[in-house]
């Protein structure tokens, strides 16, 4: 089955304490996306990705990083979580820059 | 930077009513535009989207229209359904040369029965 999945869906962690998010897509797809949603603010992105080893800041890259070492996943690592990074994160692929993005189901991330 | 509005964030209509929302970008280079439904505790889906070089999409009781003169893109969803009851986003997409993507704000669509 076609599939954009993230591990974990639901974590609670403290300030400061590193993270890594993990997206993984098996449909052969050039693009990857990060987003973090929040009420009244829509999808804000956070990095994209257009190829292995080829990654740019979207909307919203100040404290996380991303890499795309494999074709098939794009890990988010926050490296000192804050607070004020409390949201819903998708991942997305896409098989062009201009088609559909196939989203995750989400991680909802709680920093105390 | 770049901006994608959003209009109206809440929208309120009887079922058979059709219902609009309306975007306007900024960034002249966005050459893509989707619009995605998001039902509660979901992903987004796509349910439409259109490029750059044409004016208007229909697909069944849905469509999308673009000026590009203006920055302005709708969506218009006919004869709705208690079903069509979720939040729409629009987005903006700058495909040449890269993948920046910006979504509007969201609008919360209620189809009354």
């Known amino acids: 089955e076609a599939q954009v999945t993230q591990n974990p869906r639901y974590l609670i962690t403290v300030t400061g304490k590193k993270l890594t998010v993990t997206c993984s897509q098996n449909?052969?797809?050039?693009?990857m996306s990060w987003y973090r949603q929040d009420p009244g603010l829509g999808l804000r992105q956070i990095y994209y990705?257009?190829?292995?080893?080829?990654?740019d800041k979207g909307d919203v890259p100040e404290g996380y990083k991303v890499s795309r070492k494999e074709k098939r996943n794009f890990p988010l690592i926050l490296e000192s979580p804050s607070p004020n990074q409390t949201s819903l994160y998708f991942c997305?692929?896409?098989?062009?820059?201009?088609?559909?993005?196939?989203f995750g189901p989400g991680t909802r991330l709680t920093v105390l | 930077g770049e901006n994608v509005e959003q209009h109206p964030s809440t929208l309120s209509v009887q079922e058979g009513d059709s219902a609009v929302i309306k975007c306007t970008y900024s960034?002249?280079?966005?050459?893509?535009f989707p619009w995605y439904k998001q039902e509660l505790g979901k992903r987004p889906q796509l349910i439409i989207d259109?490029?750059?070089?044409?004016g208007e999409k229909k697909d069944q009781r849905i469509a999308v229209t673009l000026n590009k003169t203006a920055k302005h893109f709708s969506l218009h969803i006919t004869e709705t359904q208690p079903e069509d009851s979720a939040v729409y986003f629009c987005?903006?997409?700058?495909?040449?040369?890269?993948?920046?993507?910006?979504f509007g704000a969201g609008t919360r669509l209620f189809v009354k029965a």
């Open positions: 997305a692929s896409s098989p062009t820059s201009e088609d559909t993005q196939y």
């Open positions: 449909m052969n797809h050039e693009y």
């Open positions: 990705s257009m190829n292995v080893e080829v990654t």
């Open positions: 960034d002249s280079a966005s050459n893509y």
């Open positions: 259109i490029r750059s070089n044409v």
């Open positions: 987005a903006a997409s700058t495909g040449t040369g890269g993948f920046k993507t910006i």
